[in-house]
């Protein structure tokens, strides 16, 4: 067995390690779909007041392109309704051959559409809405089709509907003579005179799949499908009377007989039973006994010198089974040691658990089983095949996304799967991208759910905010907004998800802030504080709000408007009043403000006696440092930049304001570490230019001597590429600013001058 992920196994198959290739550009055409079903206008129209959609005027798509579409459409979580599939009805410029629908809004009339493309394959799962009506057409356009699959929630087959057959004389339930694959599941409430009426005309039959259904009575109407090669008969009650009509199926290669109810566990005569089946059937290759008492006790009945641990299969031991399904069998007989088959499902080790994955992928209440051994597979053990079982956990997701069990087992493997295998997953793009995507489907349908939410937060902090996630930017903000505020207060969750928000905040840049202002993160941060405030409580999620406003409205003028239109100032004015003594949260505060101050259409706004008060008072702050005193003197000095006309305020005076601030600058260590993060330097470099206030450019001068001397590495390119160098020499040639302020532009000269040397100095010894 395989130690790497990158390698395959003799027994698990090579396409299931999803790693293999990893380092791969996600292919083209996945992006071009992906993009066409987020922008259905780029290739369809609607018609008129009914919201359907049809193809634009000169679009024909063959075939392949329709399917994908298709398939495209109902693996994401948009839905598929009858707007959507009235593109097709143009059956001159589309083409199908193949459909599957799970969880589509479809009616009968869009059934009617689909089929009248001549199908060949046809599944339906999920679909609430059809109707007995669908057989009709199945009988108008089935002659084409080769498989039908109706699975879990399709009603087409309501109990009324063999007395209305009954009544018009009709011997068939639908017609579709080629038919070779026919699965119907879940049909309960129906006679066995039903699957004889169905079963009757399709003579040509090699797979058929009746798992969940009631009531097949002895099961003598199949005895005329002379071509069956699989019968799959899962969770289905009375199969020791079927027994002797299965056996007449001579053409049999795979039999599942498996069982996952309690009540349909034991057969009367296991041995015999089992032995009756392999020796009738003898071309199986593939048997499933899960969940049955058929293989034995492995104890008394064994007989070691036949060379099998389960005495029904002596007769297999030279010819073995290529899979054989023992998941659940009573006395555990997937742990003994000499079974007659080549792959087996069970949970006695690794590779046994994979292949059941594999097996019982269709089958939740199994698969939900089988994903809590894998779980607990990667937190008590070390897993070998690891891109096996990603794929495993992926697939499973995807295709159950309503299943809360399966999402909550799938999401806490993936968290294990991705922190151990961080430096696999580097490269891996498109591997992180289908990650992400799946953790965020599972988290969108079951965003109430605590434990789902607290799995997909702790998987997606194993990843890198925000590269990695920014091609799902949207969905993941509108996921963690309502972790943040839809969940329960001073829950972990709440917690989990607004770091995670912070961090996403702090990150982005531009059209990503503005996003996350009109995905309403502004607001849904001031109705935190408020609870927070209302309850008179100051925890680090209070301080992490004001935190995420801050990082959301740097250089972000939209946002910072949000914040004044969400009284943001009085929300202010009580945290500050409340909670006076909280240095972190102060600082977040007033950093906020300083991103208002900076915008110049809204400085009105801080133009009262109350705000400025607040303003002077906090120049005096030793709270962090000097980070609040430094952010109360920027945004006084971004008022004061607007000229002495704009004060309209009488107490405090302009003058004694800007007095009090020049005070507290020459106060500040030069040397203060920082807890601030410039991306650009833009408002700083604009006070520098502020000569009839020069206390404007005292604070701003200062400012960059503090950067470039204690984050040379960092600030010096800053200030050099954004012709900061240029401004700070025609200050010190202005006949206007203070000895102070020079020296304070000559140090940050200086700082640059000695950074750039530095550079070149390291330049020249390498």
């Known amino acids: 067995m395989p130690q790497s992920i990158c390698r395959h196994s003799a027994v698990i198959p090579a396409d299931a390690c999803c790693f293999c290739n990893s380092s791969a550009p996600e292919k083209l055409i996945d992006i071009c779909f992906n993009y066409i079903d987020k922008n259905l206008d780029s290739i ?81 799962a999920h679909s609430k809405d059809l109707t007995h009506n669908c057989l009709r057409h199945i009988t108008s356009y089935g002659s084409s089709l080769i498989s039908l699959n109706i699975g879990e929630e399709v009603k087409v087959f309501p109990q009324s509907v063999f007395g209305v057959l009954s009544q018009l004389k009709q011997n068939y339930i639908f017609l579709a003579l080629n038919l070779r694959r026919l699965t119907l599941r879940c049909c309960q409430g129906l006679s066995p005179q039903f699957y004889t009426l169905l079963l009757n005309p399709i003579t040509n039959l090699t797979y058929l799949d009746l798992s969940n259904c009631s009531s097949l009575g002895r099961f003598e109407y199949s005895e005329h499908l002379e071509n069956l090669r699989s019968l799959i008969l899962y969770n289905v009650n009375g199969i020791d009377l079927m027994i002797p009509s299965i056996c007449k199926l001579k053409a049999l290669t795979h039999l599942d007989i498996s069982q996952s109810k309690d009540e349909n566990r034991k057969f009367p005569l296991p041995t015999l039973t089992l032995q009756t089946i392999v020796t009738e059937l003898f071309h199986l290759t593939s048997l499933d006994i899960s969940g049955t008492n058929l293989a034995g006790t492995g104890i008394a009945e064994t007989v070691k010198s036949r060379g099998s641990d389960i005495t029904g299969l002596e007769s297999r031991v030279n010819n073995p089974f290529h899979f054989l399904g023992l998941y659940e069998t009573s006395h555990d007989a997937c742990l003994r040691h000499d079974i007659p088959a080549e792959l087996v499902a069970g949970n006695a080790n690794e590779e046994q658990i994979l292949i059941s994955a594999l097996a019982y992928m269709e089958r939740t209440e199994m698969l939900q089983k089988v994903l809590n051994e894998l779980f607990h597979l990667f937190r008590f053990e070390t897993c070998q095949y690891i891109g096996q079982a990603l794929n495993v956990v992926l697939e499973s997701m995807n295709r159950h996304l309503h299943e809360r069990h399966i999402q909550i087992s799938g999401s806490a493997t993936l968290f294990y799967i991705v922190k151990g295998t961080d430096r696999e997953l580097h490269d891996a793009v498109h591997v992180k991208r289908k990650i992400i995507s799946t953790l965020l489907n599972g988290m969108s349908i079951h965003r109430n759910d605590e434990t789902m939410m607290r799995n997909g937060c702790l998987t997606l902090c194993q990843f890198k905010i925000p590269l990695d996630v920014l091609f799902e930017y949207e969905r993941l903000v509108d996921v963690l907004l309502y972790s943040v505020h839809g969940m329960t207060a001073e829950s972990f969750v709440q917690r989990i998800g607004i770091y995670l928000l912070n961090s996403l905040a702090c990150q982005v840049d531009g059209y990503q802030k503005v996003r996350l202002g009109e995905l309403g993160a502004i607001n849904k941060m001031i109705s935190l504080i408020s609870e927070r405030l209302e309850r008179g409580y100051c925890d680090d999620v209070l301080e992490v709000a004001w935190s ?178 240029v401004l700070l020499q025609e200050l010190i040639k202005h006949p206007e600013p203070p000895d102070a302020i020079r020296k304070l532009a000559m140090i940050v000269l200086d700082n640059c001058w000695k950074y750039k040397n530095h550079d070149w100095q390291q330049e020249l010894d390498g």
């Not at 479809?106 to 493309?117: A, E, F, G, R």
């Open 44 to 124: 369809c129209e609607y018609t008129g007041y009914s919201g359907n959609l049809k193809l634009k005027d000169g679009i024909s798509l063959p075939v392949e392109i329709c399917e994908r579409l298709l398939n495209v459409r109902y693996q994401s979580l948009c839905i598929v309704d009858s707007h959507f599939i009235n593109i097709f009805k143009d059956v001159k410029n589309t083409r199908l051959k193949r459909v599957r629908l799970r969880k589509s809004d479809i009616q009968d009339h869009d059934l009617k559409v689909l089929l009248s493309h001549q199908l060949v394959e046809l599944e339906l």
């Open 548 to 725: 995420t406003m801050w990082n959301v409205t740097d250089e972000t003028p939209s946002n910072c408007k949000k914040f004044l239109e969400n009284n943001g100032m009085q929300y202010f004015l009580w945290c500050l009043e409340k909670f006076p003594a909280k240095d972190d949260l102060l600082r977040n505060m007033m950093g906020l403000l300083g991103n208002v101050a900076e915008v110049k259409e809204l400085r009105h706004y801080l133009m009262t006696p109350d705000y400025l008060k607040v303003f002077s008072s906090l120049l005096d702050s030793r709270c962090d440092g000097i980070e609040v005193s430094y952010n109360a003197a920027g945004v006084i000095s971004h008022i004061a930049s607007d000229g002495p006309e704009v004060w309209t305020v009488d107490e405090p005076s302009r003058q004694e304001v800007l007095d009090k601030m020049v005070e507290a600058i020459d106060r500040w260590d030069l040397n203060s570490v920082r807890n601030i993060n410039y991306r650009s330097f833009e408002p700083i470099l604009y006070l520098v230019k502020i000569y009839h206030t020069p206390e404007c450019q005292r604070w701003a001068v200062w400012a960059l001597a503090n950067l470039t001397k204690v984050y040379p590495d960092k600030y010096c390119h800053l200030v050099e590429k954004e012709q900061g160098l």
